[in-house]
């Protein structure tokens, strides 16, 4: 990515101001370090780093990048998990016009050689748990990347210097000043298609977005969060933890997600706010020591990634927490909706009302025209906050924007007061545990296998984990298979919150009039296939593995 090449919603810019952008997050570090040098502004498995450790750390990592050689635009990607050296890494990046890319360690070596291939990165960092994983991955890569551990030992000590697969791009050096509309964090999303998109936000997204989070779940330097959401997801920077280090609170990092373990974290650093997906809140409740635990810090928590269970709601608010449900998507920043905490008990199961500098639309799902009032339609979205394209894909970028409006792909319902709850996906994707799965990725890889001659995935109802999937085959004439051996093959191809909890071979699917199968019907085939085989059916494969940052490393 090269200056000019993403602008704002994906058009080209061609001219920029003089001036230093006044939303670009690399002095956010500096202001709090001058402030309060000796605040602590990361705990990370009990070693706290400071805000004036973590704006020198930062600043030192970032003239070396310079001095390497890097420039405008380049990408530096990461597998590594929640640290200190991440955030230290995000920083020196926002300082010197550098993008940082964070990929999943939950993805197989050959998954996360698509997405190096599509970001194209300079540079990629890995830790001791990531290198085999990393190694692989590049293996199946045609370009050659620099790799360098994460930290001190690392990255901030000899910087490699960098692979540029082309010669477009301004030396840091020589580049100027960072601007509002540098790309600054690229996540990959599901989206609704087989093949992962890389979304890229601004400075002025990810500033706007934690701005208008400010105006609704306020923070400041007396705040404790604890970060459990994986930093490969937008929100695991842009849901609390930027705006913690942006108001000068101190930010509780978390590599996994062990409910005994965060209990004991909430009570021992009087954490006083969180986010997670309804499984981690889940798992709270059901621990033992859940109940003796002492909440009185946490007066609020915000939930995302799924609808959360009403009776889940309750149990916290029983506790004195105002857990509050939220919606958003990476394309948005990803925060659109919430419910504020005051009315957290009144709005039970409902995404809520747009942030602060947020508008939001319905519209009808066949015509297209907007709804007024209590309706039911497709979510549209715009404001500054919104991400700058899909990176080097302008189709997909066109695809998703409609006359200014970001098209969530999401049914919404509207009520009298103007809160929204959301009803639907039209994109036909299924969320299990917080992380969202593409039914077109999962069939693409079922047809892979020599026995499957078709095959259909959906997403049902799950008590722990919002939904999992179930894939119906129709098995090829001549070849034989069985569910083990498919579910074994997905394992071997896809991340593991991806693998169907079931197979169940079907000689037909429903498929509409257009020739493609009808998800609902599918859905509704499953469900009853479900239902008659619940004494026969396996548990959900690779369980204490599938969501590792649950079990103890999203």
């Known amino acids: 990515m090269t200056p000019g090449e993403l602008g704002p919603q994906g058009s080209a810019q061609t001219s920029r101001p003089s001036a230093q952008g006044a939303h670009t997050l690399g002095r956010w570090p500096t202001d709090r370090a001058r402030l309060h040098p000796d605040r ?14 973590l704006d020198q750390r930062a600043e030192a990592l970032a003239r070396d990048l310079v001095r390497a050689g890097y420039r405008r635009g380049d990408r530096v990607a990461t597998l590594v998990g929640n640290s200190a050296e991440h955030v230290i890494t995000f920083f020196a990046c926002a300082r010197t016009g550098l993008v940082l890319v964070p990929l999943s360690w939950r993805l197989t070596a050959t998954e996360l050689a698509d997405q190096l291939t599509q970001c194209d990165p300079a540079l990629l960092l890995v830790e001791e748990m990531t290198e085999t994983l990393a190694r692989g991955a590049l293996s199946r890569v045609a370009a ?11 990255v901030e000590a000899p910087v490699p210097t960098p692979w540029h697969s082309d010669s477009s791009g301004v030396l840091l050096r020589e580049a100027g000043p960072v601007r509002d509309d540098d790309p600054l964090l690229m996540a990959f999303t599901s989206g609704s298609s087989a ?7 601004t400075h002025a ?12 779940v306020e923070l400041d330097e007396t705040d404790i969060v604890l970060s459990v959401l994986p930093q490969f997801h937008v ?8 705006l913690a280090w942006w108001t000068g609170a101190t930010v509780v990092l978390e590599r996994s997600f062990d409910p005994g373990r965060a209990l004991c974290l909430i009570a021992e650093h009087r954490v006083t706010t969180m986010m997670g997906v309804p499984t981690h809140y889940a798992r709270l409740a059901e621990h033992p020591n859940f109940e003796r635990t002492d909440l009185s810090a946490l007066r609020s928590a915000v939930v995302g990634g799924a609808p959360m269970p009403a009776p889940l709601l309750r149990i916290f608010h029983a506790h004195g927490v105002a857990l509050t449900q939220g919606y958003g998507l990476t394309e948005a920043g990803p925060n659109v909706l919430c419910v504020p905490p005051r009315e957290a008990g009144e709005r039970v199961g409902w995404a809520g009302v747009p942030y602060p500098h947020v508008e939001v639309q319905l519209v009808d799902t066949v015509t297209g025209e907007p709804l007024e009032g209590p309706a039911t339609g497709e979510l549209l979205v715009r404001g500054p906050g919104m991400f700058a394209g899909y990176f080097r894909d302008e189709a997909a970028t066109a695809a998703i924007w409609r006359n200014g409006w970001l098209a969530t792909g999401d049914v919404a319902t509207r009520d009298e007061a103007g809160y ?7 994109r036909n994707i299924f969320i299990s545990g917080g992380e969202n799965v593409a039914p077109a990725e ?30 119906l085959v129709i098995r090829r004439a001549g070849v034989v298979t069985d569910q083990a051996e498919l579910i074994e093959h997905c394992r071997d191809r896809l991340a593991a919150f991806k693998v169907p909890a079931a197979v169940h071979f079907v000689t ?29 059916r396996t548990t959900r494969p690779d369980t204490t593995g599938r969501h590792t940052a649950y079990r103890g490393l999203s």
């Open 40 to 53: 602590t502004a990361i705990v990370d498995r009990g070693v706290e780093l400071t805000y004036q450790g």
């Open 144 to 154: 050659l990347v620099p790799t360098a551990h994460i930290g001190q030992v690392g």
């Open 195 to 201: 093949r992962p998109k890389a979304a890229v936000l």
């Open 205 to 216: 997204s990810c500033f706007w977005t934690n701005l208008s989070l400010s105006r609704t």
């Open 235 to 242: 929100g695991g920077w842009n849901i609390q933890p930027l």
């Open 420 to 426: 929204l709850k959301i009803v639907d996906r039209l």
């Open 442 to 471: 999962v069939e693409a890889t079922l047809l892979t296998h020599p026995a499957v001659a078709d095959a259909a995935v959906v997403g049902v109802p799950d008590d722990r984990w919002g939904e999992h999937g179930v894939a």
């Open 508 to 536: 037909e699917l429903p498929y509409n009039t257009m020739g493609k199968v009808s998800r609902q019907a599918a859905l509704e085939l499953a469900l009853r296939t479900e239902e008659a085989g619940a004494d026969r």
